[in-house]
């Protein structure tokens, strides 16, 4: 069994501010309306996310494009309900949006779409892309001479997928010290924990044995995540890994660490208004 | 045909600071000369195809023109989630240079031969497909590859095809080159079975059938209406493929064919290889003669067909 960290323990008590509930009101809406979407990878997300957005990225909601822009790719596409929260907020898109999650003629969909949502980096969904993608976004800014920074938000189920250690082995032979891969470690994948279905640990060692500068901290201590997040590069050469240790459904206590708020197809009236009791009205 | 395209990888470069080599693992030396002359725009990135993929995309995505190389089955199988995601949904400009498309790797077995690499790339939308048939046709079709819009599959041949084609052709993708003037049949050939089809008219014309030939370089996009130009009047299309019958040339026509032509269809021959993996060693020529797709058994399998079919004057479906 996986050794308890410190870090994982303080995710577990961690308690969250106004604005981490009103960005939870934000997910849990879209949930609603739709009537379906990944509630617990979306809400173990949202202080990385918001952290991200809110005050590392150099980002102009104006000029979703800007060629100067830093970038960032939600690699676990399944938890999109917290990047668009995020975008949504920041103004890349009107908040009403939010609403129409995954219907017919919305822009957002159950996973992140390239051209369809403005901010969106790159289309994912599909496990194990965003980190290959990312290396050669930080390495053509290497090449161009760019000071954009690019961050990969990977889950801990993604990084089963081998080709997530074929992308870290890329970005440690270029010593792509703009590249920032932050890792989701709520230990619970879509069956079951991570230590069943296919274990991680040592992972701070596995990072760190690939060429990775690693960190580690609680992935929903805002403050914390602002420190860690704001040096780039963290070590000079190398690519950063930031396992950020969280909890699963963090925020509602009947989604917390429990694989069955992987995904919701609806919400009940009782569900709803637990919801309520955890994070206000919505 | 392989050390041409390479070197055009090359000449790119130095026209074009968009332009970058990625290759796998490949033979020592390969483009060693702009690894001298473009160290950063030569990229050598190990035996991890599904990331070379994925990064690629980012490249593309920040304004490069990669050019990835490694052999045509790790481009096709290995990650064919990464090509149609990464690539083709995004729809980039990321050239997949696949060595050894068919049975070029013949004396190395099944894992090394793509020979259902058409079908599986013409599946994926964005995508475009190319076959050369020999090196001057590989040179300008590279030529070509510098501001096409999304992906390209490019397979290739092997050292030392014959050349058969011909500058005053010209070459551009998506366009069909008509070798031979439509006669009792058409043949429609990709990549180096053009050299097999060229032979097996000459065999064709000492009976007294007069064979047509359609260069169909390009099987994604097909050229639809140079298709429908040659075969009017003829009594038998036959299609040529150094690939299973599944999803390849004979299918893309086929399809074509049936999308456009409201009766009359034209009777076809289907000449490929069968629907099974290769358990023979040898080499690609061995190998092509062994599944009927010489020339000499190509032109009998083409003879045979004709008595049998019925003349048809193909209609334009009208909508």
Known sequence: MTQISPHAEAALTCTLDERSLYLRRLVLGSVRSAGRGHVGP????????????????????NNPRDPARDR?????????????????DRGFFPLSELDGFCGPDSILGGHPEYGMVPGVEASTGALGHGLSIGVGLALAARMRERTYRTFVLLGDGEINEGSVWEAAMGAAKHGLDNLIALIDY??????????????????????????????ELNGHDVGALRTVLKQ??????????????????????????????????????????????????? | MRNTAMNMVHKLAARD?????????????TLRAMSKEFPKRHLIEGISEAHIIGMSAGLAMEGFVPYVNTIATFLTRRCYEQVAVDLCLHNLPVRLIANGGGLVYAPLGPTHQAIEDIAIMRALPNMTVVCPCDADEASRLMEQTLDWTGPIYIRLGKGGDAVVSKAEHGFEIGKAILMRP??????????????????????????????????????????????????????????????VPSGGLGSAVAEALIDKLGS????????????????????????????????????????????????????????
């Open chain 1, 232 to 282: 780039v590069p963290a070590v000079p050469g190398k690519p950063a890994a930031i396992i950020c240790h969280t909890v699963k459904g963090k925020g509602l206590p009947a989604a917390e660490s429990n694989a069955d708020w992987h995904h919701k197809n609806k919400l009940t009236d009782s569900e709803l208004d637990a919801i309520r009791v955890a994070v206000g009205d919505f």
């Open chain 1, 42 to 61: 979306a809400l173990s997300l949202i202080e990385m996310v918001r952290v991200l957005y809110d005050d590392v990225l150099r980002i102009d909601p």
């Open chain 1, 72 to 88: 960032a790719i939600l690699s676990k596409g399944h938890g999109c309900l917290a990047l668009y929260a995020l975008l949504a």
């Open chain 2, 264 to 319: 009359g269809l034209p009777a076809m021959l289907r000449l490929s290889l069968p629907d099974r993996f290769m358990h023979n060693y040898g080499s690609q020529d061995s190998l092509l003669k062994k599944h009927g797709l010489s020339a000499d058994a190509i032109a009998t399998s083409v003879a045979r067909a004709l008595p049998a079919s019925h003349t048809s004057s193909p209609q334009l479906h009208s909508t």
């Open chain 1, 186 to 215: 709520n230990k619970l994948q879509s069956y079951g924990p991570t230590d069943y279905v296919l274990p991680l640990e040592p992972l701070a060692d596995k990072w760190r044995s690939f060429g990775f500068a690693v960190q």
């Open chain 2, 182 to 243: 439509p006669g009792d049949v058409v043949m429609v050939t990709t990549g180096i079975m053009l050299q097999r089809a060229l032979a097996a008219a000459d065999l064709l014309a000492a009976q007294g059938i007069r064979a047509g030939i359609l260069h169909m370089h390009t099987v994604k996009p097909l050229d639809t209406e140079a298709l429908l130009q040659a075969i009017r009047g003829t009594r038998l299309v036959a299609t040529l493929e150094e690939h």
């Open chain 2, 17 to 29: 600071e968009r332009v970058l080599y990625i290759g796998s693992d490949p033979g020592a030396g």
